[in-house]
């Protein structure tokens, strides 16, 4: 091997390496590997800076603001409190509850971002696990797999796609086409998803989530929520609602038309107006906004911060404060305090009146929906002793949500029927939706993961450098020699198996970006098709199940539901196998390899 190989090598293993002990970020890695590679005369500056033209990192993050759009609006979670509707208790309906839920988590991963889908899933999963007493890791687990697999069917459906496609056009490839990934990865979602229904329960064990395992002796919060004209609970029981079973919070009163109903019977008919009066521990009591059809009795001063994004504070009503003797309507707290007060805490008792008729005592604790300047402006002041930022979702906006809607419909028919390319109709809608005020800039600052967007873009010069310094060539050979006796289909496996491997080891994107240039490497010395081998880097980079490490959508599951390392290996294998088998099967098929 020539000197650039050798240092090439030296380098991408010290940051595999790093990259594996997680003890600094990948961003810093991948982009402090290429600096040295460009100092070292390895590359050129303009190979290492490939990757910052390329359209994939700017597509990415573009698709991140669609995401946080839909997760804004509430849009995901109107269809998954549908689908988890009216789901009976115990093994049965866990089952049903798990089947109904996987295919339209996959066929939503398909449309948008693998990674944002799981993180907007993913907590209505757990609160609805929560209000109905379950175990969220019995779900999580399925459903964090079955958004990567989806995402193997649509070049939008995960960043790794995107990256590989750019890739493919960096090399003088064709791009790939909005669905054609789907000829492998669609089966592979479809028989992924059944297997996740049949095995999901023998397989994984019963964990609890670290917010399950706190003190029982939680705060208690008086929050009042009312039924919508719309909403699927009027004219039904309070049994029927499944508001009678919610884990960790109460019932405590019905107002209707000024009679208040108290203690509330099963059996009561909910109707159209109804104010409830809930009381629960903070977190159950914020899950009680994702329920359809049950709004916060505060919904209609949502709006007193305008567009700003707005954040929940708790804030403890200080010795002094205006606030002491007085109740919320007396003081004009919205007005005054630019804030609406959604539940209120008082140590050892339960607060039986309106919110707004409660006489405020000293320590009283308030759960405050606000623009990101209230602890700014009253942090230091005498009307609260604390102000503390909480981090639980603001209510939905979910009159925005038809719009995401219908910006995601209009990219996806623009980018298939190839009016415009994937870069200008991601950036068309993101800039769509921050025009119609959907989403704000501070959204679209805190929806964009810089550091995944720089991996990406950084991952490219280090592609370069594997592949200009030879090392992919030299690489290749030691592949093609051994595996070139079982014919093409064993080079293809071969560059699977590596990439599911690599994948496992570090991050999905840099996995793809060191694998591609080996891989077509590898289709160049046999003699082959270069696209079949980018196809299989393409799903192998996104096929980590194995580990918490394999994917980074596993990572945001892995301490939400409790699991332990080995539970990904558990339930995983059988996915990993199917990845496999099936795409040695249609890959050779669809994408000739010859």
């Not at 309906?93 to 993180?119: E, Q, W, Y």
């Not at 339960?350 to 700014?376: C, E, H, I, Q, T």
Request: proline share 5%; charged share 15%; with cysteine.
């Amino acid at each position: 091997m020539s000197v650039d190989a050798w240092l090439t090598l030296g380098i991408t293993v010290a940051a595999v390496a790093l990259l594996v002990s997680e003890r600094i970020s990948a961003a810093v890695v991948i982009f402090g590997s290429v600096t040295l590679l460009m100092l070292l005369r390895v590359i050129e500056p303009e190979q290492a800076l490939i990757g910052f033209s390329n359209p994939a990192p700017m597509t990415v993050a573009a698709l991140y603001v669609l995401a946080a759009a839909a997760e804004s609006t509430g849009a995901l979670d109107l269809v998954s409190s549908r689908i988890l509707r009216n789901i009976p208790s115990g093994k049965a309906g866990d089952r049903k509850a798990l089947m109904r839920i996987l295919l339209p988590t996959a066929a939503s991963s398909a449309l948008l971002n693998n990674t944002p889908i799981v993180a907007m899933v993913a907590p209505g999963i757990l609160s609805w696990a929560r209000r109905t007493g379950r175990s969220a890791s019995r779900f999580l687990m399925p459903v964090c797999f079955a958004a990567t697999v989806g995402g193997l069917a649509t070049l939008i459906g995960t960043s790794t796609n995107i990256v590989v496609s750019g890739l493919m056009e960096n090399s003088g490839q064709r791009p790939l086409a909005m669905f054609e990934l789907g000829a492998v990865g669609a089966p592979i979602a479809l028989i992924s998803i059944l297997v996740l229904a049949f095995l999901a329960f023998r397989l994984l064990p019963d964990r609890q989530a670290p917010s399950d395992l706190a003190s029982a002796d939680v705060r208690e919060f008086t929050v009042e929520m009312t039924i919508t004209d719309d909403s699927p609970l009027v004219s039904r029981t309070v049994t029927e609602g499944n508001l009678r079973s919610l884990e960790g919070v109460f019932l405590v009163e019905i107002e209707r038309a000024n009679r208040r109903m108290s203690p509330v019977a099963p059996d009561q008919v909910l109707a159209s107006g109804d104010r409830l009066t809930f009381a629960g521990n903070v977190g159950r009591v914020l899950d009680l906004q994702r329920i359809p059809g049950l709004t916060s009795a505060e919904e209609a001063h949502f709006g007193v911060n305008g567009s700003s994004p707005r954040r929940m504070y708790e804030a403890v009503v200080g010795e002094g404060s205006p606030l002491v003797g007085a109740t919320l309507k007396e003081v004009g707290f919205r007005s005054h305090y630019g804030a609406a007060v959604l539940a209120i805490h008082r140590s050892g008792e339960r607060l039986p009146a309106k919110l707004g008729d409660v006489r405020m005592r000293v320590g009283d604790v308030l759960l405050v929906l606000a623009g990101p300047g209230f602890r700014r402006l009253w942090g230091g002041r005498r009307d609260f002793l604390v102000v503390a930022p909480l981090n639980g979702d603001a209510p939905p906006r979910t009159d925005k949500a038809p719009i995401v809607g219908v910006v995601l419909a209009a990219l996806l028919v623009t980018v298939t029927t190839g009016v415009l390319d994937i870069l200008e109709a991601s950036l068309a809608a993101a800039f769509a939706l921050v025009g119609m005020k959907v989403v704000s800039v501070g959204d679209v600052r805190r929806a964009i993961d810089v550091n995944i967007i720089i991996v990406i873009a950084a991952s490219f010069g280090l592609g370069e450098a594997v592949m200009s310094s030879g090392l992919a060539a030299e690489i290749a050979g030691l592949v093609v020699e051994p595996l070139g006796s079982f014919g093409d289909i064993g080079l293809l496996l071969g560059v699977l198996v590596a990439s599911i491997a690599l994948t496992e080891l570090i991050t999905n994107n840099a996995a793809a970006v060191l694998m591609f240039p080996i891989a077509m490497a590898t289709a160049a010395q046999a003699g082959l098709n270069p696209r079949p081998f980018a196809i299989a880097v393409a799903i192998g980079a996104s096929a980590g199940f194995l580990s918490p490490f394999g994917y980074q959508t596993n990572m945001m599951v892995y301490g939400m539901g409790g699991y332990r390392f080995g539970d990904f290996a558990r339930l995983g294998w059988p996915l990993s196998v199917i990845s496999i088998a099936l795409s040695l099967v249609i890959i050779p098929l669809v994408w000739s390899l010859r």
